[in-house]
T-cell receptor, first 117, second 114 residues
Framework: GAVVSQHPSWVICKSGTSVKIECRSL??????MFWYRQFPKQSLMLMAT?????????EQGVEKDKFLINHASLTLSTLTVTSAHPEDSSFYIC?????????????FGPGTRLTVL | AQTVTQSQPEMSVQEAETVTLSCTYD???????LFWYKQPPSRQMILVIR??????QNATENRFSVNFQKAAKSFSLKISDSQLGDTAMYFC???????????FGKGTRLHILP
């Protein structure tokens, strides 16, 4: 089946620093990748949609200068949390939609837990 | 705007019992897909079952089946012979045919009791 990896799986950083999270589709090409944020016991909140080679589309209320997304290839997208603060602590999940996707199915990464001290 | 509603925040059933999770959605579109995703304690999102709106036949995957009522905009998930490993958060989700975005419900936390 289609596999999506995320790295790192968890990260702790100091307030004011930047953190990069990678999302890779391991055995398929992803035209579109999505970044979600999930708070404890809540649903997934879409942050942005990224298409390979173009600028990401951010959801309303998501600061594009704070959450930088790059989708440089058909297998890699990165999310950089710039000048992180404790309120950015959360679980971040990426997903990828294959070039030939059945029913718009998205394949999810295992998530990255970010803790900002 | 499309919405997905899961009215059961939490449920508990005994192992081997059958349980049904409810989901309703609202859309004016005619072409779309519906999904049930499972998120166990590991937090990895796992696709349980998918239903294409144009198909009248309800989707089935082993112990998992759906009751898709398009006119009523209802999409419930039935888990038969429930197992301890079914303990998880279950999300109902909607995707339009012409769009990429998944719209998730708030989820139902399901506990399977030994």
């Amino acid at each position: 089946g289609a596999v999506v990896s995320q790295h790192p799986s968890w990260v702790i950083c100091k307030s004011g620093t930047s953190v990069k999270i990678e999302c890779r589709s391991l055995d398929f090409q992803a035209t579109t990748m999505f970044w979600y944020r999930q708070f404890p016991k809540q649903s997934l909140m879409l942050m942005a949609t990224s298409n390979e080679g173009s600028k990401a589309t951010y959801e309303q209320g998501v600061e594009k200068d704070k959450f930088l997304i790059n989708h440089a290839s058909l297998t890699l997208s990165t999310l950089t949390v710039t000048s992180a603060h404790p309120e950015d602590s959360s679980f971040y999940i990426c997903s990828a939609r294959a070039v030939a996707s059945l029913g718009n199915e998205q394949f999810f990464g295992p998530g990255t837990r970010l803790t900002v001290l | 705007a499309q919405t997905v509603t899961q009215s059961q925040p939490e449920m508990s059933v005994q192992e081997a019992e059958t349980v049904t999770l409810s989901c309703t959605y609202d859309t004016s579109e005619s072409n779309y897909y519906l999904f049930w995703y499972k998120q166990p304690p590991s937090r990895q999102m796992i696709l349980v079952i998918r239903q294409e709106a144009y198909k009248q036949q309800n989707a089935t995957e082993n112990r998992f089946s759906v009751n898709f009522q398009k006119a009523a905009k209802s999409f419930s998930l039935k888990i038969s012979d429930s197992q301890l490993g079914d303990t998880a958060m279950y999300f109902c989700a909607f995707v339009m045919n012409r769009d990429d975005k998944i719209i998730f419900g708030k989820g139902t936390r399901l506990h399977i009791l030994p």
